[in-house]
């Protein structure tokens, strides 16, 4: 299966569920709280963590999948829980983030203080030590995570798949490896771990997951012109600086 091949015996549901978007529309109000409460150098970040188009592929995903009425998620390295606030498809759920980052925690605070995060509960923790029951969430998210040079895709997945239920979910994105060359001609590639797309998918079958699906993250870029060139990418080439992976695990 490439990356953007659907997966046939769903296709007919999955269709019917992308129409829908499923993000929460207060972007204002989530950029004016990060604003609030961010300190320094987080604050250039306020209008990337604020765009909630980045978390599009994720929301149609859980929504086209993810259809339990009530469960445990794991957000692992959660940032300043753009995914609990925007994707609400996860509202109805009790959802644990962590972070290793301490300049996220006035953020959880203040989204509390103001009627947001209620299913939410968050810790400072690392992702490398931080340990679960066995089988415990129903669905676990890997979101910008693995693009940190120090943490490694296999050794993540391994560990965290103790902490899934088994039917459960994992959502992560990684970065492509084929777009490395474009990034750097265009000035804008950074000391980030990138993986061959293929392996990633082939890694995760091979752990007795079925992939659902594998999509380009993020083509609704900020500014047109970036837009555009992100879609001609796509529709022209089959090409995405980033994929958002969705894969079950083995029922018991």
């Known amino acids: 299966m490439s990356c953007n091949e659907p997966v046939m015996d769903i296709e007919n549901t999955r269709r019917q569920a992308l129409t829908i978007d499923g993000i929460d529309p207060r972007a204002d109000e989530y950029a004016s709280i990060l604003r609030e409460s961010l300190k320094n150098d987080f604050r250039q970040f306020v209008d990337f963590f604020a765009d909630p188009r980045r978390l599009k592929a994720m929301a149609q995903l859980l929504q086209a999948y993810f259809a339990a009425p009530q469960g445990w998620v794991l957000n692992v390295g959660c940032g300043p829980f753009a995914t609990e606030f925007f994707v609400q498809s996860l509202h ?98 950074k000391p980030c771990k990138r993986y061959e797309i293929p392996a990633v998918l082939a ?12 999509v380009p993250w993020s083509l609704q870029a900020r500014g047109r012109l970036n837009q555009v060139f992100k879609q001609l990418l796509w529709r022209g080439f089959g090409l995405a600086n980033e994929h958002a992976i969705l894969a079950r695990k083995a029922p018991a």
Not at 203 to 214: P, S, T
Request: some cysteine; glycine content about 6%; hydrophobic content about 45%.
């Open 92 to 189: 109805r759920h009790s959802v644990v983030s962590f972070d290793y980052t301490r300049a996220f925690a006035p953020i959880y605070s203040a989204l509390r203080a103001r009627g947001h995060l209620a299913n939410t509960s968050f810790f400072i923790g690392n992702v490398l030590s931080t340990e679960f029951a066995p089988e415990t969430f129903d669905l676990i998210i890997m979101h910008d995570l693995l693009y940190e040079p120090m943490l490694d895709l296999s050794l993540l997945f391994r560990k965290y798949d103790r902490f899934l239920r088994p039917g459960g979910f994992f959502f992560l994105t990684v970065l492509d490896m084929r777009t490395r060359w474009l990034w750097k001609l265009l000035g804008r590639e």
């Open 203 to 214: 890694e995760i079958r091979a752990c007795g997951y079925q992939v659902l699906d594998c």
